[in-house]
């Protein structure tokens, strides 16, 4: 048998057949479902008289409207009451499981699929939300879709899709002490550009990554989409296995053996034909945030923002244009050639489905422990699921925060979009955990986001500014 | 289904051009998320580019020279970020029928095909010279046909490509995938029963 990648064999044994368009029919193993692109998709479903295919392979959880403060029912916000009731009715007309406010297992989509022992290997697995890729830590081939391919995945289980190259990106060496996976993504989206991806599933690989916990392989799939790949995916081996055992929808006993053989069996060859390839140097990595409006334009802390008049930086390049830097710039406010150490910030956010699980909050804690956040800041830490905060609280992390200053919060999307009471005010800079830096992002149209890992968004926090966080870390 | 794919076959877009120029504009900016918070898709045409249009006085769709525009031209990347189909379809309800570009987001490219809103890419050079026509002359009139593969702009033509696929779909009238899927659904449970994840392993 051709080797293959762990893409083209999931990719095949799911195919249904070949369209008349030339596009694929792909059988969906995980549809995954929340409040905000949903609701027009079942009412067309309606408006057809068809019926969920599957409901039983559908699972469904309600996180970026919920108020992360007062979750009492209805909600303040009328428009969000709508969502959720019609996600109730939904879920209720159709027989699909939902995760809702109510239940222990509510949290971000991306969070809970994984938690729950949803998200397994060698699934095909589709959310409408372009998130969905950070399933792909887990060897699942698992992508984003929008509101009439919910419908379609709906009706039929199964997507009309184009088949992806495969990008192998190996990153070599050890990350040092500070660096984290979000240094790597953000590192990789600013080599290879926010559309280099663009057509391609990335297979992440190398010592670096196999030595990343599933929490951290999680983050750098998930930003997978922000450089133009529409999913991202690594392959599953004992550490993926070792996460899964026990979880809530994983199989149990023998049939758990039996399911590692079949998971194993699906990574990808030794000497499996790659469309393209890159490597990294994760020794060389240091902690990394953003300075511009996308999530390629990023800095190392130590570095200075990008001057387009200057001699094209490599970021420079993968953005292609210096036009694009100067409106970023202009957005920003910030100067060319400045140092990005030292940016002053307003207000910090440690959560999203990039950086909300337990080690994320363990990072952020460790920096803030017995520390006070400056005076000028506004900080919030907020878990990505209830399973994440209570386990979050079983360890006292909740105290640390509190005690430091920060604000403790219910699960949800919170700051990360703006589509709940959490939001930037004014050109307020953020130091956020989450993947998007665009303008208006959090909320307030010329509000100021830069990305970085939860521990760095707790050294600002702490110090008020952009700090290497290696300094603060014993 | 009320009508059948032959009904909506999609070949010629016709009209004035609306240019919108800059790389890399997300979905996050052609429909604010706070208009995410609905539950149908009415109504988002009047807040497409919302902010940036509060935000930039000079906007093209705040210019009412470019008022009833159909063909909407950009440069590199349009539609990155988010899946959010509230993207194409604030378009559409703008009044967009078409656009043409440098390149666009995978994503955003799916859920504009689907809901029948052609994307078609030219070079560089064909988008500069659409974008400096409409801005010359915004009463310019475009056809776009996408089984030609061309865009003829004031007696010029621009050449345009789409991925056959998509230019497959439009051209038979099944961007709307549901009926497709769904028409041999014993092969879909077929490829289910040889899945040792459905079966519980
Ligand atoms: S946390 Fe942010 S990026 Fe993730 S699903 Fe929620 S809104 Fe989307």
Redesign the pocket.
């Known amino acids: 048998m051709s080797r293959r990648t762990l893409l083209q064999k999931v990719w095949d044994l799911h195919t249904v057949r070949r369209l008349p368009t030339g596009q694929t029919q792909l059988f969906i193993g995980l549809h995954l479902i929340h409040e905000v692109t949903t609701p027009q998709a079942f009412d067309m479903l309606r408006a057809r008289g068809a019926g969920v295919a599957f409901p039983e392979r559908t699972y469904a959880t309600v996180?970026?409207i919920v108020p992360t403060r007062d979750q009492g029912r209805p909600f303040a916000d009328e428009l969000a009451e709508q969502m959720m009731a019609a996600l109730e009715r939904n879920c209720r007309e159709f027989g699909i499981r939902f995760a809702d406010l109510g239940s222990d297992r509510q949290g971000?989509?991306?969070v809970i699929g994984p938690e729950l022992g949803l998200t397994q290997p060698g699934m095909t697995i589709a959310c409408g939300?372009s998130?969905t890729s950070t399933h792909g830590a887990f060897g699942a081939v698992a992508f984003g879709i929008g509101t009439s391919q919910v419908r379609d995945v709906l009706a039929s289980q199964s997507l009309a899709i184009d088949p992806l190259k495969v990008r192998r990106i190996t990153v070599s060496g050890t990350l040092g002490p500070g660096v984290y996976a979000k240094d790597v993504i953000l590192e990789i989206i600013a080599r290879l550009g926010v559309k280099g991806g663009v057509g391609f599933a990335y297979e992440y690989g190398g010592p670096a990554i196999e030595q990343m916990s599933m929490d951290e392989r999680m983050t750098v799939c998930n930003m997978s989409i922000e450089g133009g790949a529409r999913a991202g995916y690594v392959n599953p081996d004992e550490t993926t296995f070792r996460y899964l055992a026990g979880r809530p929808f994983a199989p149990e006993g023998d049939a758990f053996e039996r399911a590692k053989q079949w998971w194993a069996s699906m990574a990808s060859d030794d000497g499996a034909p790659y469309d393209d390839e890159v490597v990294i140097d994760g020794d060389a990595i240091e902690p990394r945030v953003t300075w511009g409006i996308n999530p390629g334009q990023s800095v190392g802390v130590s570095e200075r923002i990008p001057d387009p008049g200057a001699s094209a930086t490599e970021e420079a390049q993968a953005d292609a244009d210096a036009g694009a830097l100067g409106e970023a710039l202009d957005f920003m406010g910030f100067a060319a050639g400045a140092p990005i150490a030292g940016t002053k910030v307003d207000v910090a956010f440690v959560?999203?489905?990039?950086n909300?699980r337990l080690t994320d909050l363990r990072e952020a804690a460790r920096v803030v422990r017995g520390q006070r956040i400056a005076p000028h800041v506004r900080a919030l830490a907020v878990p990505g699921s209830k399973a994440v905060r209570q386990a979050a609280e079983a360890e006292g992390l909740h105290e640390v925060f509190l005690e430091a200053g920060f604000e403790w919060r219910g699960a949800g999307?919170s700051m990360?979009?703006a589509?709940n009471p959490d939001r930037l005010n004014g050109r307020e800079v953020c130091a956020s955990s989450?993947?998007?830096n665009f303008k208006g992002r959090q909320g307030s149209p010329t509000g100021r986001t830069l990305l970085m890992s939860p521990a760095m968004v707790a050294a600002a926090a702490v110090s008020g500014e952009v700090t290497d966080v290696r300094r603060m870390l014993g | 289904m009320a009508t059948s794919s032959a009904d909506r076959r999609i070949d010629r877009i016709s009209g004035t051009a609306i240019p919108l120029r800059g790389n890399n504009i997300d979905t996050d900016r052609i429909i604010p998320a706070r208009y995410l918070k609905a539950i149908t898709f009415e109504g988002l045409g009047e807040h497409v580019f919302e902010d940036d249009r509060a935000s930039m006085p000079d906007h093209p769709f705040e210019n009412p020279a470019y008022a009833g525009a159909s063909i909407l031209v950009v440069n590199e990347n349009f539609g990155s970020g988010?899946s959010r189909e509230h993207a194409p379809q604030a378009l559409k309800r703008w009044g967009i029928g078409a656009c043409v570009g440098e390149s666009f987001s995978e994503i955003f490219l799916g859920n504009a095909t689907t809901i029948g809103l052609p994307c078609a890419t030219a070079d560089a050079e064909g988008v500069e010279r659409l974008m400096a026509s409409a801005e010359g002359n915004p009463r310019t009139h475009l056809t776009l046909s996408v089984a030609g593969g061309r865009v003829e702009a004031g007696g010029h033509f621009v050449p345009i490509r789409m991925p056959d696929a998509v230019r497959e779909a439009l051209l038979s009238g099944q961007w709307d995938a549901t009926a497709l899927l769904l028409d041999r659904f014993d092969e879909v449970r077929a490829v289910s029963a040889r899945l040792p994840y459905v079966a519980g392993f």
């Open positions: 996180d970026h971000i989509v991306h939300d998130h959560g999203s489905c990039t909300s999307c990360c979009l589509m989450s993947n998007r | 988010s």
